[in-house]
């Protein structure tokens, strides 16, 4: 390329853009959804809501189990799988990828819960194999933690393959699907996933504030018996209320508003749709960036989130900023070890090809003004969506 | 009197009305705040609202201390304060006189932490020399947990005094004040209370989802140390990022600027006049009942909630019933034990006389329906109210 394009100075944007790996955009039905004035969460005009709520949750997750409602974020329903399932002393493996993955071992030393890791590093995909070692090799391990969609690396694990190992010697699996549910497929009765984390302000296109625990059919009795210290987590009196459609301490009725039509947006475009679609974003995100020379910083990428690390000269931390500052965008940069030399480009939700178009766009004109001359982000995009 | 009002047989209201201890109506302006599109809570944008919010809580808590928010309901910061401030093998002091008394007896025992309680019968306050007493007496309690306004039976503790009884006897009390706060004096440093929990959907007129707790300047270092298990609930991770305008996970954030939006409110109509107009509100309720034969169950009424005992041969159930068919009118029942038995009137956050005329009116209306002829309460309200 002889001729370097046109670089801005100017702001282009007349409003923010979201463009994290979570909170996401909120569509405005959701946004309407969420300002309506809403009831006492003890009458039966909001217990229907909970119960229609609950039973639209059971469609994404696609189990006949229970998926249970908390006020908190994603973080606090991991802290519930783990006093809910772990007994004293019992011991678990905490599969580490990224930052999330660590978390299960955090909450777990917190509790001192004795525990193994496998880890792998950033961007790798934990080996299913390595976890059908550990799991032969010792028989105390009770409860697999693990991670679907890893936020921090933009990296998916193979959830059904983990599952059938797991179910083949008899331990529990629990999947932070944080990142995942809505995104990709995780039909969780079908491939015998035992329990399911997620938060309202991802695949759910709604504000933080909501956290789901998704318990299988045969998962249900898991939770009873002599746990680890439990209150507001205790997820045995969550489950005691919902047939009434109550939950057990105060709900966040507002954001279940809000996540009760982020369910009939989906509902509408169908799952299998949704799943297509964000097939088709990460394609075209990834297929655009890498034409502006940026390189997939995943082994095994999601489609949730796209991980990119800059090309040679260029820097991500100013690509951030640049890209806030100018276009109005927001997107995340990397996370502790890679702080400064990552972007992460969220497009779960409600995107659409156009709004990939608007980051790419801008992520083009960035990494220009960053001294990288480059074009045909959107070209390439194009080209792989439709090939996806 | 000798001729009978008249009594309605089709609904009156063309709109639902909250009338319940919380969730209580929320403001329109609360609302909009509610359902503009959040930024990402780890942008400067937001960590300044997140600065602003935190330093008005400081505010309405009237402590140099610090306001920790949590994505949680009230019980949740309620566990909080447990996980944080007993240290293993330490005992408690639980003060029950009613349904969110017995709720820290609770958590003591879901941690197994020992613990003794004082406990008076539902409508009465517990007294100030018992917890002296008690106190004098095993000086292995670290810990007085107690509830400002008991919601299940409307009334108000003598929270200035208990603050005297531990600050003199060096032990720390914790005081839940989920539906005193914004409605009743509680200066926190100036009384020596070391830490406040409370939540978004009383006072502070938003939705139910944020919980906070308030630690007094001389209470921070109390939550250091070998504590309970703590995670999610870990108060020391909110602290560290507070200066930053951060959480320590991921904010409800919609919430949050429902919540700032409500203390701006407070701000503009100023603390002492926010006390005044629940004291008026308290005042108008109560007399307005009474005029009606109902009978207060409280011997020490708080001014958030009203909590009701019928006139002989009518019954509670039904007026709540019908206020809610009739009149499109939500208030409580009675809870527990006073299932059936009382009717409570939630009048906390942003309600003025004419919402007061509005639940009295219905109520009037149902008394005389259900069989008790009787009249006067706009009248009997409006003077008490001028009185108060």
Known sequence: MSVTPPVTTVKTSTRPRLFTPGPVEIPNRILRALSQIPPHHRTDVFREVYKRVSADLQWVHQTEGEVLMLAA??????????????????????????????????????????????????????????????????????????????TSTATLHDA??????????????VLDAITSLGVHPLPQDEWGVDVVVTGSQKGLMSPPGVATVSLAPWALSAIEGDKLPRFYWDLRKARKNLPAGESAYTPAVSLIYAVGEALLMMKEEGLANVHTRHRKLGAATRAGAQALGWTIFSKSPADSV???????????????????????????????????????????????LSDIYVVLGA??????????????????????WEAA
Chains 1, 2 share one sequence.
């Open 363 to 384: 992520l083009e004109e960035c990494t220009n003004a960053l001294g990288r001359p480059c074009t045909g982000a959107i070209e390439a995009a194009r080209r792989a």
């Open 73 to 150: 974020s994603g973080s606090g329903a991991m802290e519930a799988c783990v006093v809910n399932l772990m007994s004293p002393g019992q011991k678990a493996l905490c599969l580490v990828g990224g930052k999330f993955g660590e978390r299960w071992g955090s909450i777990c030393k917190a509790y001192g819960v004795p525990y193994e890791t496998i880890e792998v590093p950033w961007g790798h995909a934990i080996p299913v194999a390595e976890v059908e070692k550990k799991l032969d090799a010792d028989p105390s391990i009770a409860v697999v933690f693990g991670t679907h969609s890893e």
């Open 306 to 352: 796209t991980a990119l690390e800059p090309p040679a000269g260029v820097d991500a931390g100013a690509a951030v900023k640049r890209l806030r500052e100018i276009h109005g965008i927001t997107v995340a940069g990397g996370q502790d070890h890679m702080k400064g030399k990552m972007l992460r480009i969220g497009h779960m939700g409600s995107y659409d």
């Open 160 to 173: 059904k393959a983990l599952a059938a190992v797991t179910k083949a010697r008899k331990r529990l699996i």
